[in-house]
């Protein structure tokens, strides 16, 4: 296994080393990832082909659907290849997938990971195209699937362990910060102050007892120091809530939840109304979820399928369930589907995961029967008016 995690050390100002792997340690931001994948991982990404008469039609057996919903490649699954590509969007701006292909039919096998952004060279040739250099391999851009983050130049992702440096390095000391804090058993954190000059005896006497006695582990931990001959007890440094550390702990948080654009009340503690909590979930799926879901399907649609079929098929993220996420909110939009004909009973039934009915008007659309179209109306209203002048 590769050891680039550690090999980038980038410091903060507050003295706190940025690379991957101590931003993932930050709790606030693992949980944003493990989110947001989540969420994405729990939609469809299926392929539609577009009817010759309008609208599409979900086509199941296309290669790209098998590819991204059974098996990327073979060392991960669909909900892995997705966690990992969001981890990197989050950290390094950039996701890269080496698009392999056989040799004649140039049908896609495998999407592999390719495991540091940062290592990835990116350039741009004579005719205006980007290449690629991956452990000293040189790929045409059909033969790499590149999901950026926000970009300068709209080829390379800016990088987001470098933009929000200070912002981590924020998070981590306060974590690192806390840990010394009790780490050393600071709940009487100070100095021992004596009138008199002692001697080394009884100063290593004196040090050794109040190790044991009020040390970390020791029998009076966090108890009350009882001194003698004069010895006073000086508290030097602030506690985490004189010093303001929890406010700064949650404004950390803030900071990360502005970044992922994941709602704050999902990263902490929190008890948000229960309007409140639907209407910051509702602006979680709206501003964070479906521009990333474009921001994936635009790539993968230009990549992944054959000239010949760009334009007419296309992947997607299937957002019925999320966009409509209680029970009561799929009914009644289900009801408003069917009843207007936009649906079968069976296409319905198959948006909730229910196996079909065997009834042949399960396949067939309703329409309320009081509706017309509007050249008929306006045929009717001059039949009735007509009508009424000759009388």
Same mark, same amino acid.
């Given at each position: 296994m590769s050891? *680039? *995690?550690g090999q980038s050390f980038n410091y903060s100002s507050s003295g706190a080393t940025v690379t991957p792997q101590t931003i993932l340690s930050i709790p606030a931001f693992y949980r944003a990832v493990n989110?947001?994948?989540?969420? $994405?991982?729990?939609?469809? $990404? &299926?392929?539609?082909?577009?009817?010759?008469?309008g609208g599409t039609t979900t086509d199941k057996r296309h290669p790209v659907a098998k590819l991204l919903n059974f098996r990327p490649s073979s060392m991960y699954t669909p909900y892995t290849f997705i966690e990992t590509m969001i981890l990197h969007? %989050?950290? %390094?701006?950039?996701?890269?997938?080496?698009?392999?292909r056989t040799g004649i +039919? /140039?049908? #896609?096998?495998?999407?592999d990971i390719v495991a540091n952004p940062s290592e990835v060279e990116t350039s741009v040739t004579t005719r205006n195209e980007p290449r690629?250099?991956?452990?000293? /391999?040189s790929y045409k851009p059909e033969s790499v699937l590149h999901i950026k983050g926000i970009s300068w130049d709209g080829i390379l992702g800016e990088d987001t362990k470098t933009v929000h440096k200070e912002n981590f390095?924020?998070?981590?000391? #306060?974590?690192?910060?806390?840990?010394?804090?009790?780490?050393?058993?600071a709940h009487l954190s100070g100095v021992l102050e004596s009138p008199t000059k002692l001697v080394q005896d009884v100063y290593d006497r004196l040090v050794k007892s109040w190790k044991v006695r009020y040390g970390k582990g020791g029998s009076d931990e966090g108890g009350t120091a009882i001194l003698e001959n004069g010895i006073t007890y000086k508290p030097i440094s602030l506690s985490p809530a004189d010093s303001g550390t929890t406010d700064q702990r949650r404004g950390s948080i803030a900071d990360i939840a502005l970044i992922t654009g994941v709602p704050r009340f999902m990263l902490e503690e929190s008890d948000p109304t229960f309007n409140?909590? &639907?209407?910051? +979930?509702?602006?979680?799926?709206?501003?964070?979820?479906?521009?990333?879901?474009?921001?994936?399907?635009?790539?993968?649609?230009?990549? @992944?399928?054959?000239?010949?079929?760009q334009g007419v098929k296309m992947a997607k993220f299937?957002?019925?369930?999320?966009?409509?996420?209680? +029970?009561? /909110?799929? =009914?009644?939009?289900?009801? +408003? @589907? =069917?009843? *207007?004909?936009?649906?079968?009973?069976?296409?319905?039934? =198959?948006?909730?995961?229910?196996?079909?009915?065997?009834? !042949?008007?399960?396949?067939?659309? %309703?329409?309320?029967?009081?509706?017309? !179209?509007?050249d008929l109306v306006g045929a009717q209203n001059q039949n009735t008016n007509g009508a009424g002048t000759g009388n």
């Open positions: 050891m *680039w *995690w989110i947001i994948s989540g969420v $994405l991982c729990s939609m469809p $990404l &299926e392929v539609y082909s577009e009817n010759s008469g969007l %989050h950290v %390094h701006g950039n996701f890269y997938a080496i698009i392999r +039919t /140039q049908d #896609i096998v495998s999407l690629y250099i991956i452990n000293k /391999q390095g924020l998070a981590l000391s #306060i974590r690192q910060y806390l840990s010394k804090f009790f780490g050393n058993g409140n909590g &639907e209407t910051l +979930t509702k602006q979680f799926v709206n501003y964070t979820i479906l521009p990333l879901c474009e921001r994936i399907t635009d790539e993968i649609n230009y990549k @992944l399928f054959p000239e010949r079929e299937n957002l019925s369930k999320l966009l409509s996420a209680d +029970t009561e /909110q799929r =009914a009644k939009r289900l009801d +408003t @589907l =069917a009843k *207007w004909g936009m649906i079968t009973p069976n296409e319905g039934r =198959a948006m909730e995961d229910i196996n079909p009915s065997t009834d !042949p008007e399960a396949n067939k659309l %309703h329409f309320p029967v009081n509706m017309l !179209p509007a």
